[in-house]
Structures are given as structure tokens and as C-alpha cells.
């Protein structure tokens, strides 16, 4: 099957100074890479199409700097910093870009804050990058699928038709840190995966169809034995039956 090929443009005044933006597939993990299909008779998720189209579509943004997180008491409360070394932020300019702000805590309900997060508040990435989509083209804002990252990113969805300035990305921060601990996190490590879209219109609809449901009742006699061999003997059936090829250059 043969698809147009759209534009996503990413500009930036620090384009000579940050990580530039790349196709997902500069991202896929080395763990994955490196591991064997038959590792395990029954096939493994290196065999998964699903899986690796979530490593592989879209694009990611990495880190633009390298930050410091700082976990320490003030008074009684217990105080989570991130902040971008101050040589990187000496010029206003870089500091509105590359660093990180936090939302006051009234603006987002406490019940829907992810388990893991490590303290209940929302902090901000600066993202140096504009992002430009065709007429009629929104992109979806995730964290980057199927990664351990030390963050959770609040996923959103922006029109970037026609959305000409920067998007930042809220975030929770999730891995566990000692108290008076500081720690590191440089520049580069994948930050938000961009997935660009078609926007349409859609409808639900919800039927029975009679025929399969008389096909399924017979399923412990006839389709469940199928589908045990077909698993068993044709291990890429989705990928040569259903799975199309996704191109994000």
C-alpha cells in the first residue's frame, strides 16, 4: 500500500546548540536490539509488530540540556528542584528554552496524578523546538513508548497546523530519589516522542454479527485448534496478513 509523504518541520534558534529532533527509530533500545526470537520456543516480543511500531513511529524530542534534581526538606516539606546548570541559563533566552518551570499544584487534581509519581507535583519541560504540521495534521504528545525514563509526560494533543510557538511538556517526575540527594540527568536522553496525525471525523458503532457468533461458540472445537497451529507454525501471520509498513524519515 502506497501512502503520500507529509512534512513535520522542527525550527529552533538553538538548532546549533541543542539535540536536534529524529525519527523514532534512532531510539529503539539496545535491549531489544540485541535480543533473540529464539530465546523462547513460543516467539517473543521480538516477533511483535505492534511493539515495534510503537518503538519506531513518530519522532522523539531529547532532553535539550542536562538537568540537576535536588531532593531536600524546607522547614517541613519536602521539596523536589529541577533546574538546568546555571551556565546553560546565563542568557535569558536559552533559559526560557531549554529549562524547567513547575505548575502551581492547584492546577491539576490530585486524584488523577499517576501511583509513581515520586512527590504529587507537576513540573514543565521548555521545549527549544517549534513544530509545524500540513493543514488539517495535529500531532500527539507521549511519553516515549516502551522506555524506562525517570519521568512521566503528561500526553496531550496539539494542532500544530496552526500552533506557531513552542510547546512545552508538563511532566511528573517518577524515579525515587534519598533525601539530600542530587542527581544528573544529561542532555540527549529521549524527552517526548511527536506523533503526527490526520485529523477526522469518526463515528462508533457497535453490532453482532450472527455468523461469527456462531463461530465463535464452536471455537474450543475448531478456530481455538487453528489458531494454536497458525501461532505455532506461522509465527509473522499478522505480519504478512494485517501490518503495513509506517515511514517516518
Not at 502506497?2 to 529532533?21: A, G, Q, R
Not at 524506562?148 to 500526553?155: H, M, R, T
Not at 512545552?168 to 524527552?191: A, C, D, H, R
Request: include cysteine; charged fraction near 25%; hydrophobic fraction near 35%.
Amino acid at each position: 500500500m502506497t501512502f503520500n509523504t507529509n512534512k513535520i518541520t522542527f525550527t529552533s534558534p538553538l538548532e546549533e546548540v541543542v539535540p536536534h529532533p529524529k525519527p523514532a527509530t534512532h531510539f529503539i533500545p539496545e535491549a531489544f536490539k540485541k535480543f533473540q526470537r529464539e530465546e523462547y520456543p513460543n516467539d517473543t516480543v521480538k516477533g511483535c509488530m505492534p511493539f515495534l511500531d510503537s518503538l519506531v513511529s513518530g519522532y522523539i524530542l531529547s532532553l535539550p540540556a542536562a538537568i540537576k534534581v535536588s531532593h531536600f526538606m524546607e522547614k517541613e516539606d519536602r521539596i523536589l528542584k529541577i533546574e538546568v546548570p546555571k551556565k546553560l541559563t546565563e542568557s535569558p533566552k536559552v533559559c526560557s528554552l531549554v529549562g524547567v518551570s513547575d505548575h502551581p499544584p492547584q492546577q491539576f487534581p490530585q486524584s488523577m496524578i499517576p501511583s509513581q509519581a515520586f512527590i504529587p507535583h507537576v513540573f514543565k519541560f521548555h521545549n527549544p523546538w517549534r513544530i509545524k504540521t500540513p493543514p488539517g495534521y495535529s500531532c500527539l504528545f507521549t511519553q516515549p513508548f516502551n522506555k524506562d525514563l525517570d519521568w512521566k509526560i503528561i500526553d496531550a494533543i496539539v494542532d500544530t497546523d496552526d500552533h506557531d510557538i513552542e510547546i512545552n511538556f508538563p511532566f511528573f517526575w517518577t524515579k525515587p530519589l534519598k533525601l539530600n540527594e542530587q542527581y544528573i540527568v544529561n542532555s540527549g536522553v529521549p524527552m517526548v516522542q511527536v506523533i503526527p496525525f490526520k485529523r477526522e471525523s469518526w463515528k462508533m458503532e457497535t453490532k453482532v454479527d450472527y455468523e461469527d457468533k456462531q463461530r465463535t461458540n464452536s471455537i474450543e472445537t475448531n478456530d481455538l485448534r487453528f489458531y494454536e497451529t497458525a501461532a505455532t507454525r506461522f509465527k509473522d501471520w499478522y505480519k504478512f496478513k494485517s501490518w503495513n509498513k509506517k515511514s517516518f524519515k
